[in-house]
């Protein structure tokens, strides 16, 4: 049977198609890419995916083509496509993270900021964002369109490069020192303006992004669960972090306490110790697949 209403979503080819397939899988959809297919199966009937290029997701939202779809905040500056930004999706996950766009140079070179760049040739993929950087800067040089390789082109085919760079190796690799730092991107969850008008879109959408987000909020936490003896109730709760809020539940002792909190997976080496000479028992750590704030 075929659904009443279809929201056609965009999921980015390349770098981000993995970790998003992950981020979709703990979100509770069952996301295949197949190796051919351009078009993923999805266990939603309401939902039709396509995988596109990051490059050109913002622009196809813009158009109406797409409805919403993940891309990075890079491509979205760099087509200038009319979007509507509903969430910031970085995640402690490979490619979800921070990533940078720095303007380079060898390390030999005179070059020592965008100032010394006046006249010279710089290569990038990003040509719309250098040339926005450059105007900003009052500096006017030949910004030409790069196909690849970008980091091997400085000194002969290009005096600098704007690339994309997350740990440096590749820049240290090749000799090439950083003059600035243009951008700093995360993935993004964006829709086309006109599609948030049509109420079940809307509401479709909203609800797709809560269970991601969601999602990305679990990442880092786990839930801590223990018994505490009520004598002992008050120390075990000033170990806990500030922001934690316990759920404390009767047991059939009345004289012990179930408690259960949400904590960062990385204190828990800490925690655990100390909540058992504070007394608690039975302390069990779970992994956590969503959490809805």
């Not at 990533?99 to 100032?115: G, H, I, L, T």
């Not at 969850?189 to 679990?218: C, E, P, V, Y």
């Not at 500030?242 to 800490?270: C, G, I, M, N, Q």
Request: charged share 25%; aromatic share 6%.
């Amino acid at each position: 049977m075929t659904a009443p209403h279809k929201l056609r979503l965009g999921i980015p080819k390349g770098s981000l198609q993995d970790t998003t397939q992950k981020l979709f899988d703990l979100a509770g959809f069952d996301l295949r890419i197949s190796g051919r297919s351009y078009y993923p199966g999805i266990d939603d009937p309401e939902i039709e995916c396509i995988l596109i290029r990051p490059q050109e997701m913002a622009r196809y939202v813009g158009q109406g083509i797409l409805d919403c779809a993940i891309t990075g905040l890079d491509w979205i500056l760099e087509t200038g496509a009319d979007v509507a930004e509903l969430a910031d999706l970085r995640a402690p996950w490979p490619n979800y993270g921070v990533v940078r766009w720095v303007m380079a140079a060898k390390e030999e070179s005179p070059f020592q900021s965008v100032k010394d760049l006046q006249g010279k040739r710089i290569a990038t993929e990003t040509v719309g964002m250098t040339r926005r950087f450059l105007e900003q800067h009052g500096v006017t040089a030949e910004v030409e369109f790069s196909w690849g390789a970008t980091e091997v082109k400085p000194p002969i085919l290009a005096d600098a490069i704007v690339d994309v760079s997350e740990t440096g190796s590749s820049l240290r690799a090749n000799n090439l020192k950083v003059l600035h730092v243009v951008l700093e991107s995360t993935p993004r969850f964006i829709a086309n303006h006109q599609s948030l008008t049509d109420a079940w879109k809307q509401g479709k959408t909203d609800r797709l992004l809560m269970l991601l987000k969601g999602a990305i909020a679990a990442a880092t936490r786990v839930l801590l669960s223990m018994n505490v003896p009520r004598a002992s109730l008050d120390e075990v709760l000033k170990i806990l972090p500030a922001l934690a809020a316990p759920t404390l539940s009767t047991l059939a002792d009345p004289d012990w306490v179930e408690l259960s909190t949400v904590v960062e997976e990385k204190l828990v080496r800490e925690l655990i110790p100390r909540l058992y000479q504070a007394g608690a028992r039975g302390i069990i750590e779970l992994p956590i697949n969503k959490i809805v704030e």
